[in-house]
């Protein structure tokens, strides 16, 4: 009797593993039918004969200024322990991946893998090696545009990235470390992910296993489409660490078109800078939720200007989609056509108003920073709630901080309330409540009837950015 349990324990062990594994998907005709459609890309940025390696002191400046954890899949520093200690780079040379999007000859990859390449070169599954020339580039989305001579080339299907979902099998195929068609599968982790790096871009998310050399390879669905171009990695070591990121191919399309029609592609912009609603600043605003994109900036004659957009608003919906967190607004202002006219939901003093706003251009160069230096000129140093000191800007100062009127007074000395909130020595005051800032007795006479149990709003400048500060002044102490 105790033999026949066991055989039954077995049998049904077996048949519980079999319905296991069947539940699983196999990837084989996927990769069988794709496969010949993923391309090695190799580019020469020109100059050199010296071997290196990725984990030397040849650094693109690029790389350098990328977030500490967030790295591009080719070129990203190695690091001591990181996988395969580097891949070689010759002569300026590296290499990528890419994928066929049409037979006569269009490849799509990353703007990283070829960007400042004097050659670019394509090998393909049957070996053939291919010049290829770069038609565009985009480095907002990451993306570039490749066209070699050939006809009758395999192409891959092309699917919609806006039907994923957190939880789908996908497949990613390139070249890590220079290894062609390698295959790794996982799941999407989250969609419309945003990035320090691309804030363009509604990253796909996955635990896809990535590493250097996949940059420009295609992520498959199982119906075997495209659904997005491998892109990014989070690592503190250069290698992967379950978290890769890729371009949503309906953003790529998009960005194929306007590069073979124009050769570069337009974007939309209102014209704001902003930023996340703390709890704080939503209970000091009045706002019923924390969410939205709080404006701390308006650029004069600007599309949100001529809106009628202020400073203090808080933008909830954009065309009739939500904005939940600032990130969520310049993806959706991007991805609109300049001139189009979109709705702004604004929530101001309690009440919320539609704007009509008629979508600006970005312009095609980014902004640069610069540092802040601290006053030194009269200082308000009377006693407030706010435990803040601040002093007049001079003229001079004012030049060098580029403040470009003459709103702004600088914080000299910080006290406890005011570091909690995040605020620093030689951080410039603009505007407390809706009130600017001209000079150190304006800051008195704004703070003066601050209350222990109160909450101030202001808006502050610190390296060329501007954000709303929110100070929470301690309740007296009873007892």
């Known amino acids: 009797m105790q033999f026949v349990s066991k055989i039954s324990a077995f049998v049904l062990f077996a048949v519980t593993a079999a319905a296991a594994h069947a539940d699983l998907p196999d990837f084989t005709q996927l990769v069988e039918k ?12 020109g100059g050199g004969d010296a071997t290196q ?22 070129g990203a520093p190695g690091a001591p322990g990181a996988p395969g200690g580097g891949h070689p780079r010759i002569g300026g040379e590296s290499l990528g991946s890419g994928f066929i999007i049409s037979s006569d000859g269009y490849i799509l990859t990353n703007n990283h893998v070829v960007s400042g390449a004097e050659k670019v070169v394509v090998r393909l599954s049957d070996r053939r090696e291919l010049d290829a020339k770069v038609v565009g580039t985009d480095d907002k989305s990451d993306v570039a545009l490749l066209k070699v001579n050939a006809t009758g080339l395999p192409a891959v299907a092309i699917g919609d990235s806006s039907k994923l979902k957190p939880g789908q099998w996908v497949v990613a195929i390139g070249s890590p470390f220079a290894m062609d068609h390698s295959v790794t599968h996982g799941v999407v982790s989250y969609v419309g992910r945003s990035s320090q790096s691309e804030r363009y871009v509604p990253f796909i ?4 296993p990535i590493n250097r050399g996949n940059s420009g390879g295609p992520l498959f669905n199982l119906d075997g489409q495209v659904v997005g171009i491998n892109s990014q990695i989070y690592s503190n070591t250069g290698g992967y660490m379950g978290v890769s990121f890729s371009v949503p191919i309906n953003l790529a399309m998009n960005t194929v078109e306007q590069l073979k029609a124009t050769g570069h592609v337009s974007r939309g912009m209102i014209g704001v800078t902003i930023q996340n609603v703390s709890r704080d600043a939503a209970q000091t605003l009045g706002l019923p939720q924390v969410r939205g994109a709080l404006v701390n900036s308006v650029s004069p004659g600007g ?26 607004l310049p993806l959706l202002v991007g991805n609109t ?34 540092s802040l230096s601290t006053g030194g000129g009269p200082a308000a140093r009377q006693r407030n709630a706010l435990g803040l000191t601040v002093e007049d800007i001079t003229g001079e100062q004012r ?20 570091r909690r909130s995040g605020l620093q020595s030689g951080d410039i005051v603009l505007m407390v409540g809706r009130q600017p800032m001209r000079s150190a007795n304006d800051f008195h006479a704004a703070v003066k009837d601050v209350k222990p149990g109160d ?25």
């Open 455 to 479: 909450s101030v709003m202001m808006l502050v400048k610190r390296n060329d950015a501007t954000q709303f500060v929110t100070i929470q002044v301690p309740k007296a102490k009873t007892g």
């Open 34 to 45: 794709n496969g010949p459609s993923v391309v090695n890309v190799t580019a020469t940025q």
């Open 205 to 208: 998310q996955t635990d896809v």
């Open 53 to 74: 390696t990725d984990d030397g002191d040849d650094q693109s400046d690029e790389q350098q200024d990328m977030p500490d954890l967030l790295r591009k899949f080719f």
């Open 399 to 418: 030049k060098e901080l580029g403040l470009k009127d003459q709103n702004g007074v600088v914080i000299s000395q910080v006290g406890a309330a005011a």
């Open 303 to 328: 599309a949100a200007d001529k809106a009628g957009v202020q400073v203090r608003d808080v933008i909830l919906a954009y065309n009739g989609q939500a904005v939940d967190q600032s990130a969520d």
């Open 337 to 370: 056509r300049p001139g189009a006219t979109a709705q702004l939901q604004v929530y101001r003093d309690g009440e919320t108003v539609t704007l009509p706003v008629t979508i600006g251009e970005l312009p095609a160069d980014k902004a640069t920073l610069a």
